[in-house]
């Protein structure tokens, strides 16, 4: 049983192989695209082959800058960032415009920055410079600060509405409990009076007038 499962596995990675490989095999440009697409020389990407072969297609003519810009894009996702900036910036003298194009320069410039700062960092072995290449690196900073997309700066206002909030409500509690306990201790602090109260003396009583002549007698 072990033995018909391997082999059937054997069976599928091999068919899998002969699949792909047939496909490479399957798109071959022509001489005439390549020499007017010099950039697609030496290319083995199925997908970019693809891309390029509907370019050189004269069905595509009204379409081919937009395929061109796929071609781009597949260039930056492939890593050869320079080449996708190639692309790129020969489409845009040719005043063709668009999201994808603007995508494709952004994406592969970051990658060549990245790329570079880590060569300098890992490799070199020092910091940007504070003349030349700090200040417009803070200055992209700022510029993707100023560009975060619009539901995470309501998420992040709101984080910090919510936070200046209990802010606020711990504070007024804080007064609030303070304020009690100056009043709990002024009022605590008088001592109370444990003397009784005297008690009054009853009056003396009057004495009463004799009606007898003769008591001074006895």
């Known amino acids: 049983m072990r033995k018909s499962i391997v082999f059937s596995a054997i069976l599928v990675g091999l068919s899998f192989l002969n699949f792909a490989h047939a496909a490479e095999e399957s798109i071959k440009l022509k ?3 390549i020499r007017d697409y010099p950039q697609v020389s030496g ?3 199925p997908e970019l082959l693809g891309i390029y072969s509907q370019v050189c297609d004269k069905k595509n ?4 800058n937009d395929l ?4 781009a894009m597949r260039f930056h996702q492939l890593g050869q960032n320079m080449n996708a900036l190639y692309l790129a910036n020969n489409l845009k003298q040719q005043n063709v415009r ?3 194009l603007t995508d494709v320069i952004f994406l592969s ?3 060549i920055a990245n790329s570079s700062l880590k060569e300098m960092r890992n ?10 290449t700090y200040p417009p690196a803070k200055e992209f900073a700022d510029a993707i600060k100023a560009s975060v997309p619009a539901p995470t700066m309501h998420s992040n206002s709101k984080a910090i509405t919510d936070e200046s909030i209990k802010s606020q409500s711990r504070s007024s509690r804080s007064n609030v409990a303070s304020s009690n306990t100056k009043r709990t201790t002024k009022t605590t602090s008088k001592p ?3 003397t009784p109260a005297a008690t009054p003396k009853p009056a003396a009583a009057a004495n009463k007038s004799s009606t007898n002549p003769f008591e001074s007698l006895k």
Not at 61 to 64: C, F, L, P, R, Y
Not at 68 to 71: E, N, P, R, S
Not at 123 to 132: C, F, G, K, P, T
């Open 192 to 194: 109370r009076s444990t």
């Open 43 to 45: 290319q083995t990407d």
């Open 31 to 33: 001489k005439s695209c």
């Open 68 to 71: 061109l810009a796929q071609a």
């Open 98 to 100: 668009g999201n994808m």
């Open 109 to 111: 410039s970051v990658s």
């Open 123 to 132: 490799n070199e072995m020092r910091y940007l410079s504070e003349d030349v």
């Open 61 to 64: 003519a009204s379409n081919k």
